[in-house]
């Protein structure tokens, strides 16, 4: 994926990776390190925190701490990928869209997932892919990343019924 976007972006200067927490930061970091070791060059790499813009907010059995965003000065230089871990649905991405447009206007937008599950919902599509995985309705996808996870790796698990659970979780 570090190659895909160094193709379109050359001069990683003038690109900003941001994160949707938790995962997702980890994985713009990890790109970052991927072209910086390619370029000799940094990209800027941060994060945008999307609690208060989820459409579900009220309809969630978790509520996720909010967390500081981390943008450059000035949004309209340059382009910003978004990056997360799992795209399914399409609202997460929709709501960090919501959250960057708090926060002013990005001159580009990309959107670089993990994995891309399917079962959209709405219709968005993401620029960088991992890897593409063709799963029903009752499995989920988990991606583990240390150092918020002990284990590193992606998890396709048949899922029959959400287990219910109430309160504050940090991500």
């Not at 925190?49 to 500081?68: K, Y």
């Not at 981390?70 to 991405?93: E, F, K, M």
Request: glycine share 8%.
């Amino acid at each position: 994926m570090a190659l895909e976007i160094l193709k379109r972006h050359p001069v990683p200067e003038q690109l900003a990776l941001i994160g949707i927490p938790s995962r997702g930061v980890e994985i713009a970091a990890r790109l970052g390190k991927f072209i910086e070791a390619a370029t000799g060059r940094s990209p800027f790499c941060g994060a945008i925190d999307i609690s208060m813009h989820r459409d579900d907010i009220g309809a969630r059995n978790l509520l996720f701490a909010v967390q500081p965003s981390h943008l450059p000065a000035q949004l309209a230089d340059g382009a910003l990928v978004l990056v997360d871990d799992v795209l399914q649905s399409g609202r997460t991405c929709r709501a960090a869209l919501d959250a960057l447009s708090s926060f002013g206007r990005p001159s580009r937008i990309e959107y670089a997932v993990l994995v891309d599950r399917g079962m959209r919902e709405l219709p968005i599509a993401a620029d960088y892919v991992g890897k593409v995985m063709q799963v029903g309705a009752e499995e989920r996808v988990f991606v583990r990343l240390p150092p918020q996870d002990q284990l590193e790796g992606v998890w396709l698990e048949r899922v029959t019924r959400m287990p219910r659970r109430t309160g504050l979780v940090s991500r």
